[in-house]
Structures are given as structure tokens and as C-alpha cells.
């Protein structure tokens, strides 16, 4: 018997790629520990268990990490109202560094030299894994497969895969009649490639399996109210229902529970990756969706917009989309809203780096006053800001009554106006930059 190249720590789905790669691990003459994540995606465990031990893992980790993933990672992301490209709330983008830091605890319990992943070649995901492991361990040794010339030469795509799996007896879900590819945690289920490639393609009806169609959802609302203390949601109560949930975990569950009765969350979108190419995307992220109606400006009454500037843009992103700026952070409710770069969408997968720490660390100081109530209706689809309140609102209802003068002075006014109107008065030169023509 040959010597082992090596002890290898798997980041183990279960699905087609990690399957075939824990066999392709074997032959290349590695050890193997696989390891799977229970980040609330809808998983048989122990069927999962039994899989990875008859294809040749040493032993498999299961790990349920579903708490901490809505405590250290999801919550900061709420507190930043972080949002990519003005319409992605950051599911995956989320989930894998707190998958990875996991495996990365694994590896070096167990003394392994390597790590590897099921990420393709062309994705955020190998970025987001692997930026994670060097930040956590630089001397890891990573092992791609799908960056791997002796692997990608072999498995030029599903169908060479599907052939692997009938040749070393591999049992895989995938079948033609569901030809895409599905991501799913607690944050949101992805679907991409197949026939989703093709951005002119609608989506089967049979596709989504978080959410209810609108049209099909119950027709009478659910009225939710969200407590927030220091822009964390620390408590949702169903008006209609009586109902209560207080722990993060549980507070969680429940609102993809209602949210998703309610077919709330879904959007098809075509969206700028890290790497520099354009993809297709169908998300699923109903609980997420509820929390930014309840944190994003319209409901807010703590930020402080420059006065002459109109609203504040809830995100700022780079061409990369490496850099976002949320730009009220967390306006929503309370907060106030200098516009701060922030890279703790961890879209590329910054989020272990120095810079994203610091950011993080000065979001969470921002939401120290985030506290208060909103109310929402959640009815066919959408999600209907009713009420909010907080004692620690900037909001004054006697300054800004029609009713009532208050401390306000309305002739002050008649100055701001003329202040803001001098560039079109004549009082100040106007210059307009035109471009050469480069032709």
C-alpha cells in the first residue's frame, strides 16, 4: 500500500462535486475527513454521515453552527443594512466564511496539512473559502480541484461527473428533470447554472422551495412587530397570532417561517462576480428581506441626513464590488449615517481581514442607540412598514407639525434657500467639464 500524500480536511456537501471529489482524494492518495456544516440548510445528517464513510472518509465532523452564523455573522450584516449590487442581501457570501473558520478549527485539531473545497473555478465561493483559510492559517496548504488541471481535464462538467458517480457507485440526488444547482442556509437558498445559465430562461415553477408563490400565499396578513436594541432584532411578536420569539436562533426561524408563507424574498438577478463576470442568480431570502424592510430608511427616524442632500443611498459599491458603503447604517430604525466603506458584506471574502474587523467594530459603536419597535404587514409577496417608534428617535412630531411652530422659525428658512440656490442665480460662475473627443 501506497504512503499517504496526506491528511485532507473536505468541506463536504454531500451533493455531486464534493462527492466525486472525496473519491478523487482517495485515488490521488490522500486521507480524507469530511466535513458538513449544519447551517440550516434541509439536509438528512445522518444519511450524509453514512455516505462519506462508505465513499472512503476517515472519519466526518458535523457540525452545527447555525447559531453562532446568525449571531456573528448575519446580525452584523443586519446592523449595516448590507446589500450587494441594491438588490443581493448576502446569503452565501455570508454563510462561508463561518463554514470555513469551522473547517479551519477542524484541520488544526486534527494536524491535517490541507483543506479543500467543492468551489468552481469561475466563482466568488473559491475566493470567500480561501481567503478565510489564509486569514485564519497562512501556512494551510489549499487543495482546488476545480483549479486543478489533472481534475478539470477529466470532468469537463455535470455530465462527466454524473459518469464518475456511476462508475465508483456514488448514490446523487441530481437528476435531469432538476438540472441547476441549489446552495441553501439559513440566510437564503441560491439557484444557479443548468438552464438558469441562459438569463432569457424563466424559472420552472417548481424551482422555489423557501418561499410560497404570492399569488398562492394565505389572503389575510401577518402584523409582526420587531424589537431592535442596538440595531440587533431582539425580540418579533405576531400580532395576529399572539406568538413570540426572543433567541436569536429561534427569532430567525420563525420570520423565514412567516415570510416565506408569505412569498417573501425572491429575486432573479444578473449580478457582477468578484472575479470579473457576469451571472445569472435566483435567491430565496425571506427572513433577511423582512429585516431590511424594517431597518431601511423609509421606516427610519434616527438618521441624520445632510440637510440640501435628499436621502442618503442605503449601499455604495465599487465595480468589484469588493468595497460597499451602507450608507446609513442601519438607518431603518435609528442610526445615524455617515457613509463608511465597509467591506463586511464580505462578498469577496474579506470578512477575517484587519479592515473588515475595524469597520465591524465601528458599526456595532454606530448602533449603540439603535433601539425602538417597527411594525409590519406581511401580505402576498411584500412586506408594508405600518408603525415604528423609539425612544431615542431624532423624530419630533411638534418641530415638524403643520400645526404647530415650535422651536422653528420659518423666515430661517428663506436664507437656506438662497444659500442653495446661488449656482443658479449667476452669483457663482457655473463650470461644466465636457470631455475631449477621443475620436
Known sequence: MSQSKGLVVLAYSGGLDTSCILVWLKEQGYDVIAYLANIGQDENFEEARKKALSLGARKIYIEDIRQEFVEEFIWPAVQANAVYEDRYLLGTSLARPCIARKQMEIAQKEGALYVSHGATGKGNDQIRFELTYYALCPQIKVIAPWRLPEFYSCFRGRSDLMEYTKKHGIPIPVTPSNPWSMDENLMHISYEAGILENPKNQAPPGLYTKTAHPAAAPDSP?????????????????????????????????????????????????????????????????????????????????????????????????????????????????????????????????????????????????????????????????????????????????????????????????????????????????????PADLG
Open 222 to 434: 401577518d402584523i409582526l412587530e420587531i424589537e431592535f436594541k442596538k440595531g440587533i432584532p431582539v425580540k418579533v411578536m405576531n400580532v395576529s397570532k399572539g406568538t413570540t420569539r426572543q433567541s436569536g436562533l429561534e427569532l430567525f426561524l420563525y420570520l423565514n417561517k412567516i415570510a416565506g408563507k408569505h412569498g417573501v424574498g425572491r429575486i432573479d438577478i444578473v449580478e457582477n462576480r468578484f472575479i470579473g463576470m457576469k451571472s445569472r442568480g435566483i435567491y430565496e431570502t425571506p427572513a433577511g428581506t423582512i429585516l431590511y424592510v424594517f431597518r431601511r430608511p423609509e421606516s427610519g427616524r434616527r438618521e441624520e441626513t445632510p440637510a440640501g442632500h435628499g436621502n442618503v443611498p442605503g449601499a455604495i459599491t465599487s465595480p468589484r464590488g469588493d468595497v460597499i458603503a451602507p450608507g446609513t447604517l442601519g438607518a431603518g430604525l435609528l442610526s445615524p449615517a455617515p457613509s463608511v466603506p465597509s467591506v463586511i458584506t464580505s462578498l469577496p471574502g474579506f470578512w477575517f481581514s484587519p479592515e473588515c474587523a475595524y469597520i465591524r467594530h465601528c458599526i456595532a459603536q454606530s448602533q449603540d442607540l439603535v433601539d425602538g419597535k417597527v411594525r409590519v404587514s406581511v401580505f402576498k409577496g411584500q412586506v408594508y412598514v405600518l408603525s415604528r417608534e423609539s425612544h431615542q428617535s431624532l423624530y419630533n412630531e411638534e418641530l415638524v407639525s403643520m400645526d404647530v411652530q415650535g422651536d422653528y422659525e420659518p423666515s430661517d428658512a428663506t436664507g437656506f434657500i438662497n444659500i442653495n440656490s446661488l449656482r443658479f442665480s449667476g452669483k457663482l460662475e457655473m463650470v461644466i467639464f465636457v
